[in-house]
C-alpha cells in the first residue's frame, strides 16, 4: 500500500471563541474559505458551537486551517491530537472530543484500521501488536476538497458466509501473483530436484558408475537413506508452503504487505512444530477411524444377532462416518492456530476444537462446526469451477489437435496442477478469513485491537 | 465513474454523486446458488405436480403407454418442449423477478444485493433480458467457469450478461445498529466522574463501545470481561485514571447512553 493512501486524516473543531473576539470578523473569515457559506449564515452558525469544519484534512490542510482560525480568535481542536495536548483541552473547554463528528450511519459502520506511515504512528497512533494499524481518519466534509485518498480497506469484524467469500476473492484479486508464487515454490523444487536426480541416477549412475552393477546391498542401503530423505524433504516443503501461505494471508488480513522470503522465514522457525501437530492431527484421525471401525464391527455382529443379516448395520456406519468427519472439521484450524498464535501440538488442537465449538449471532446455519461445514462445501464448488476451467481447456486442445499421447499427458497434467495451484490458493485465504471471523465473533479480536490503540 | 475496489460512486447526469458498495464475487455466488436452488426446486416441483395429477386423474398408464409408443418424431418434440420449459424457467425466473423486483431475485434479496444500471437508474427489461439471456454463455456447464473469471478480472465484480447491459451489482446490507441501551439512571447522569469521562470520550471510543454492546452475547465469558475491562481502562485513562470499577460492562452502558445524550443535546 502506497504512503499516500494511508496518512492519517484530521477533524477540525471550532469549539469555541477566545474572549474578545469580533463575532462579525470571525464570521467574515471563516466565509472566505468555507464554499457555499456566506458571512450571514456563518455568523448564525457561530451561535451554536462547536462547529465541525472538517474531518478529512491531510496534516498540512489540518495545521493551515488551525493556524488561520486560530488567527480568527477561535479555540480549534484537533482530532486525532495535533500539537494541541488533548486532555488539556477537554478540561478547559468541556467540549466532547469528536462528539457529533459522525453521524448515527457512520458511527454503526464497520470497524475500518488503516495502515499509517511510520512517522506518523510515532506522532499520533501507536502500531498494535499485530502491526502496523491504526484507527481510521474522521469522516468527510465539504471544506476539505484535496482529491479523495482511496486506502486499501483493511476491515475486521464478522462477516456473513457470503462476506468471507468476498474476502477472499478480494485478498486472492490484490495478491494473487505473490500467493499462487508462495504456494508454487514447493512445486517447483521438487519439480527441479526430480529432473535433477533422473539426470544424475540416469547419466551419471549408467555411465560412469554402472548402477546396474551395484550390489543388492548396496541399492538397499542407498534406497533406505535417499527414500525417507526424500519423503521427508517433500513433506517439509510442503508443509512450508502452506505455513507461509498462512502467514502471508494473516498479513494481507491485517493490512500489511506479503512478503514470500519473510513469510517463508517465518513459518520456518515453526516448522518442526507445525509438521509434529500435523502429525499428532494424522494419528487422532487414524485412532478415531480405528475406533469407528471397530465400533462398525461390533454393530455388525449385534445386527446379525438381532437381525437375519449383519448388513443391515450399515444404517449405523453413516453416523460413524459423520462422527468421524465432524472429528476432522473440528480440528480443521490448527494449522492457522500453530502459525499465527504459536500454540502447537494438543494445545492447538484443542484451540482449534474450542473455537469451533459455540454458536454465531445471525445468518445460517448459527454453529461455527455448521458454518465452516457450508464454507467448505461452496469453497469445493468453487475448486471445481476453477479446476474446470484449466482442464476443459486441456481437453478441447487434446480433442481438436492431434497431440502425441506424451503431450496430452503433459498439457493435462500441467493445466491440472495449475489448477490445484489456484484451488490451494483460494482455500487457504478462506480458511484464513474464517479462522479470523471465528476470533472476531467469539473473542472480539477486533474489538481488543482497537481498544488497544493508544490515541494519546 | 469514480472506482475503486469496494465502492463506486456514479455521477448522475444532474451532477449528483451517489455512492454505492459493490457487491462481492462470494455474495453473488451464494445469491446465484440460492436462485439455482429455486429453479430446481420449482421444475422438480411442476413436474411432480403433473405427475401427481397424471395418477390421481388415472391417466398414468395412458401417458406411460404413450411415451412408450410415441415416434422418433414426438419424442424430438417432447425433447424440445423440455429444453425450452428448461430455458423459460432458467431464464424467465431472472428476468421477471429483476425486472419486477428492481433488480432483485429471491436468492439476492437474501444477499441483500440488487442489479442496477451503471448510471444509477433501475433496470429496465431489455437489460434484464441481455444480461440474463448472456448468462448462458457465463455459465457453462452450470459452474460459472467464464462468469466467475469475468468477474474476478473486472474491477467492479461485473460478468459478461453485466457487461453486455450495462448493469452492475451492488450491495444493500446497512450497518446494523446496536441495540440502544438506555441504563444511565438520573443519578448517574449528574454523577461528575461519569461526566468528566464521557467529556474525555472520542467517537471512536464510542464506536468501540457501542460495538462491544452489540456484540457482547456472542463473545464468550473470558474475552468478555476482559474486554470490557480494557474498554473502560481506555475510556478512563483519558482522564489520567486508572482504577476500574467492580463491573466495566456496566460502565460502558452508562458511557454509550451518557455519549448518546450528550451528543444529542449538541
Not at chain 1, 2 to 28: H, M, R, W
Not at chain 2, 58 to 81: D, R, T, Y
Not at chain 2, 213 to 241: C, F, M, V
Given at each position: 500500500m502506497?504512503?499516500e493512501?494511508?496518512e492519517t486524516?484530521?477533524?477540525?473543531?471550532?469549539?469555541?471563541?477566545?474572549?474578545?473576539?469580533?463575532?462579525?470578523?470571525v464570521?467574515?473569515?471563516?466565509a472566505?474559505?468555507?464554499?457555499?457559506?456566506?458571512?450571514?449564515?456563518?455568523?448564525?452558525?457561530l451561535?451554536?458551537?462547536?462547529?465541525t469544519?472538517t474531518r478529512k484534512?491531510?496534516?498540512k490542510n489540518?495545521?493551515?486551517?488551525?493556524?488561520y482560525?486560530?488567527?480568527?480568535n477561535?479555540d480549534?481542536?484537533?482530532?486525532?491530537?495535533?500539537?494541541?495536548?488533548a486532555?488539556?483541552?477537554?478540561?478547559?473547554?468541556?467540549?466532547?472530543?469528536g462528539?457529533?463528528l459522525?453521524?448515527e450511519?457512520?458511527i454503526?459502520?464497520s470497524?475500518?484500521?488503516?495502515p499509517?506511515?511510520?512517522e506518523?504512528?510515532?506522532?499520533?497512533s501507536?502500531?498494535?501488536?499485530?502491526?502496523?494499524?491504526?484507527?481510521?481518519?474522521?469522516?468527510?466534509?465539504?471544506?476539505?476538497?484535496?482529491?479523495?485518498r482511496?486506502?486499501e480497506?483493511?476491515?475486521?469484524?464478522?462477516?456473513?458466509?457470503?462476506?468471507?467469500?468476498?474476502?477472499?476473492?478480494q485478498?486472492?484479486?490484490a495478491?494473487?501473483?505473490?500467493?499462487?508464487?508462495?504456494?508454487a515454490?514447493p512445486?517447483?523444487?521438487?519439480g527441479?530436484?526430480?529432473?535433477?536426480?533422473a539426470?544424475?541416477?540416469?547419466?551419471i549412475g549408467?555411465?560412469?558408475?554402472?548402477?546396474?552393477n551395484?550390489?543388492?546391498t548396496?541399492?538397499?542401503?542407498?534406497?533406505v537413506?535417499?527414500?525417507?530423505?526424500?519423503?521427508?524433504?517433500?513433506?517439509?516443503m510442503?508443509?512450508?508452503?502452506?505455513?507461509a501461505m498462512?502467514?502471508?494471508?494473516?498479513?494481507?488480513?491485517?493490512?500489511?504487505?506479503i512478503n514470500?522470503?519473510?513469510?517463508y522465514?517465518?513459518?520456518?522457525d515453526r516448522?518442526?512444530?507445525?509438521?509434529l501437530?500435523?502429525?499428532?492431527?494424522t494419528?487422532?484421525?487414524?485412532?478415531a477411524?480405528?475406533?469407528?471401525?471397530?465400533?462398525?464391527?461390533?454393530?455388525?455382529?449385534?445386527?446379525?444377532?438381532?437381525?437375519?443379516?449383519?448388513?443391515?448395520?450399515?444404517?449405523?456406519?453413516?453416523p460413524?462416518?459423520?462422527?468421524?468427519?465432524?472429528?476432522?472439521?473440528?480440528?480443521?484450524?490448527?494449522?492457522?492456530?500453530?502459525?499465527?498464535?504459536?500454540?502447537?501440538y494438543?494445545?492447538?488442537?484443542r484451540?482449534?476444537?474450542?473455537?469451533?465449538?459455540?454458536?454465531?449471532?445471525g445468518?445460517?446455519p448459527?454453529?461455527?462446526w455448521?458454518r465452516?461445514?457450508?464454507?467448505?462445501?461452496?469453497?469445493a464448488l468453487?475448486?471445481?469451477?476453477?479446476?474446470?476451467?484449466?482442464?476443459?481447456?486441456?481437453?478441447?486442445?487434446?480433442?481438436?489437435f492431434?497431440?502425441?499421447?506424451?503431450a496430452?499427458?503433459?498439457?493435462?497434467?500441467?493445466?491440472?496442477?495449475?489448477?490445484?495451484l489456484f484451488?490451494?490458493?483460494?482455500?487457504?485465504v478462506?480458511?484464513v478469513?474464517?479462522?479470523?471471523d471465528?476470533?472476531n465473533?467469539?473473542?472480539?479480536?477486533?474489538?481488543?485491537?482497537?481498544?488497544?490503540?493508544d490515541?494519546? | 465513474?469514480?472506482?475503486?475496489?469496494?465502492?463506486?460512486?456514479?455521477?448522475?447526469p444532474d451532477?449528483?454523486?451517489?455512492?454505492f458498495?459493490?457487491?462481492?464475487?462470494?455474495?453473488?455466488?451464494?445469491?446465484?446458488?440460492?436462485?439455482?436452488?429455486?429453479?430446481?426446486?420449482?421444475?422438480?416441483?411442476?413436474v411432480?405436480?403433473?405427475?401427481i395429477?397424471?395418477f390421481?386423474?388415472?391417466?398414468?398408464?395412458?401417458?406411460?403407454?404413450?411415451?412408450?409408443?410415441?415416434k422418433?418424431?414426438?419424442?424430438?418434440?417432447?425433447i424440445?418442449?423440455?429444453?425450452?420449459?428448461?430455458?423459460?424457467?432458467?431464464?424467465?425466473?431472472?428476468?421477471?423477478f429483476?425486472?419486477f423486483?428492481?433488480?432483485?431475485?429471491?436468492?439476492?434479496?437474501?444477499?441483500?444485493?440488487?442489479?442496477?444500471?451503471?448510471d444509477?437508474?433501475?433496470?429496465?427489461?431489455?437489460?434484464?433480458?441481455?444480461?440474463?439471456?448472456?448468462?448462458?454463455v457465463?455459465i457453462l456447464?452450470?459452474?460459472?467457469?467464464?462468469g466467475?473469471?469475468?468477474?474476478?478480472?473486472d474491477?467492479?465484480?461485473r460478468?459478461?450478461?453485466?457487461?453486455?447491459?450495462?448493469?452492475?451489482?451492488?450491495?444493500?446490507?446497512?450497518?446494523?445498529?446496536?441495540?440502544?441501551?438506555?441504563?444511565?439512571?438520573a443519578?448517574?447522569?449528574?454523577?461528575?466522574?461519569?461526566?468528566t469521562a464521557?467529556?474525555?470520550?472520542?467517537?471512536?471510543?464510542?464506536?468501540?463501545?457501542?460495538k462491544?454492546l452489540?456484540?457482547?452475547?456472542?463473545l464468550?465469558t473470558?474475552?468478555?470481561?476482559?474486554?470490557?475491562s480494557?474498554?473502560?481502562?481506555?475510556?478512563l485513562?483519558?482522564?489520567?485514571?486508572?482504577?476500574?470499577?467492580?463491573?466495566?460492562?456496566?460502565?460502558?452502558?452508562?458511557?454509550?447512553?451518557?455519549?448518546?445524550?450528550?451528543?444529542?443535546?449538541?
Amino acid at each position: 500500500m502506497s504512503e499516500e493512501n494511508s496518512e492519517t486524516l484530521f477533524t477540525v473543531i471550532i469549539a469555541g471563541l477566545k474572549p474578545g473576539a469580533d463575532k462579525a470578523k470571525v464570521a467574515d473569515g471563516i466565509a472566505r474559505i468555507v464554499k457555499n457559506l456566506d458571512a450571514g449564515k456563518t455568523l448564525k452558525r457561530l451561535e451554536s458551537l462547536p462547529w465541525t469544519m472538517t474531518r478529512k484534512a491531510s496534516r498540512k490542510n489540518a495545521g493551515r486551517l488551525i493556524k488561520y482560525l486560530g488567527k480568527l480568535n477561535c479555540d480549534v481542536e484537533v482530532i486525532p491530537p495535533f500539537e494541541i495536548p488533548a486532555i488539556a483541552d477537554v478540561a478547559e473547554t468541556q467540549i466532547l472530543p469528536g462528539t457529533a463528528l459522525l453521524s448515527e450511519t457512520q458511527i454503526m459502520s464497520s470497524t475500518q484500521f488503516m495502515p499509517v506511515p511510520d512517522e506518523l504512528s510515532k506522532q499520533g497512533s501507536t502500531q498494535t501488536s499485530s502491526g502496523a494499524l491504526s484507527k481510521s481518519g474522521p469522516e468527510p466534509s465539504s471544506l476539505d476538497r484535496e482529491p479523495e485518498r482511496q486506502p486499501e480497506d483493511v476491515s475486521l469484524e464478522p462477516l456473513t458466509l457470503g462476506g468471507i467469500l468476498d474476502k477472499t476473492f478480494q485478498i486472492c484479486r490484490a495478491n494473487l501473483w505473490k500467493l499462487l508464487a508462495i504456494a508454487a515454490i514447493p512445486w517447483l523444487i521438487t519439480g527441479l530436484i526430480t529432473v535433477a536426480l533422473a539426470i544424475v541416477v540416469g547419466i551419471i549412475g549408467l555411465t560412469v558408475h554402472n548402477i546396474t552393477n551395484m550390489s543388492i546391498t548396496m541399492l538397499v542401503v542407498a534406497g533406505v537413506l535417499i527414500i525417507p530423505s526424500a519423503i521427508v524433504f517433500f513433506i517439509a516443503m510442503f508443509y512450508l508452503a502452506q505455513g507461509a501461505m498462512i502467514h502471508a494471508v494473516s498479513s494481507t488480513y491485517l493490512g500489511r504487505k506479503i512478503n514470500i522470503k519473510e513469510s517463508y522465514g517465518f513459518v520456518f522457525d515453526r516448522l518442526g512444530k507445525f509438521v509434529l501437530t500435523s502429525l499428532l492431527f494424522t494419528l487422532m484421525i487414524f485412532l478415531a477411524t480405528a475406533m469407528i471401525s471397530v465400533a462398525g464391527t461390533g454393530f455388525y455382529f449385534l445386527f446379525k444377532i438381532v437381525t437375519p443379516s449383519g448388513w443391515w448395520s450399515a444404517v449405523t456406519w453413516i453416523p460413524l462416518f459423520c462422527v468421524l468427519i465432524y472429528l476432522i472439521i473440528k480440528f480443521v484450524l490448527f494449522d492457522k492456530v500453530i502459525i499465527i498464535e504459536d500454540v502447537a501440538y494438543m494445545g492447538a488442537l484443542r484451540r482449534s476444537w474450542s473455537l469451533l465449538t459455540g454458536k454465531a449471532e445471525g445468518g445460517w446455519p448459527r454453529s461455527y462446526w455448521g458454518r465452516l461445514v457450508v464454507l467448505l462445501n461452496l469453497f469445493a464448488l468453487i475448486s471445481f469451477t476453477i479446476a474446470w476451467l484449466f482442464q476443459m481447456p486441456a481437453s478441447l486442445v487434446a480433442a481438436l489437435f492431434p497431440l502425441s499421447q506424451l503431450a496430452k499427458t503433459v498439457l493435462t497434467q500441467v493445466l491440472s496442477n495449475l489448477g490445484s495451484l489456484f484451488g490451494q490458493v483460494f482455500g487457504a485465504v478462506c480458511l484464513v478469513i474464517f479462522y479470523y471471523d471465528v476470533r472476531n465473533r467469539k473473542e472480539g479480536f477486533d474489538l481488543e485491537m482497537l481498544a488497544k490503540m493508544d490515541e494519546y | 465513474m469514480k472506482k475503486n475496489v469496494k465502492m463506486v460512486t456514479i455521477e448522475t447526469p444532474d451532477h449528483l454523486e451517489l455512492q454505492f458498495q459493490l457487491a462481492g464475487i462470494g455474495v453473488r455466488f451464494i445469491a446465484f446458488l440460492i436462485d439455482k436452488a429455486i429453479q430446481i426446486g420449482t421444475i422438480l416441483g411442476i413436474v411432480l405436480f403433473f405427475s401427481i395429477l397424471l395418477f390421481f386423474t388415472g391417466q398414468m398408464a395412458q401417458f406411460v403407454e404413450f411415451l412408450a409408443k410415441a415416434k422418433k418424431g414426438v419424442w424430438q418434440w417432447l425433447i424440445a418442449i423440455g429444453f425450452l420449459f428448461y430455458g423459460i424457467v432458467m431464464i424467465g425466473y431472472f428476468l421477471l423477478f429483476e425486472y419486477f423486483w428492481s433488480g432483485s431475485t429471491p436468492g439476492k434479496r437474501y444477499q441483500e444485493i440488487r442489479v442496477i444500471r451503471k448510471d444509477a437508474r433501475p433496470i429496465s427489461f431489455f437489460d434484464s433480458a441481455v444480461r440474463n439471456i448472456l448468462r448462458f454463455v457465463d455459465i457453462l456447464a452450470e459452474v460459472y467457469p467464464l462468469g466467475l473469471i469475468v468477474m474476478f478480472l473486472d474491477s467492479q465484480n461485473r460478468r459478461l450478461g453485466d457487461l453486455a447491459a450495462g448493469t452492475i451489482v451492488i450491495s444493500e446490507r446497512e450497518a446494523r445498529s446496536p441495540a440502544v441501551l438506555d441504563v444511565a439512571s438520573a443519578a448517574s447522569s449528574a454523577d461528575p466522574e461519569l461526566q468528566t469521562a464521557v467529556a474525555a470520550m472520542t467517537a471512536e471510543d464510542y464506536r468501540i463501545v457501542s460495538k462491544f454492546l452489540s456484540r457482547r452475547e456472542e463473545l464468550d465469558t473470558e474475552h468478555r470481561l476482559r474486554l470490557a475491562s480494557e474498554i473502560s481502562k481506555r475510556i478512563l485513562l483519558r482522564n489520567g485514571q486508572e482504577k476500574i470499577g467492580a463491573d466495566p460492562e456496566h460502565f460502558l452502558e452508562i458511557m454509550e447512553t451518557l455519549y448518546r445524550e450528550r451528543t444529542r443535546i449538541l
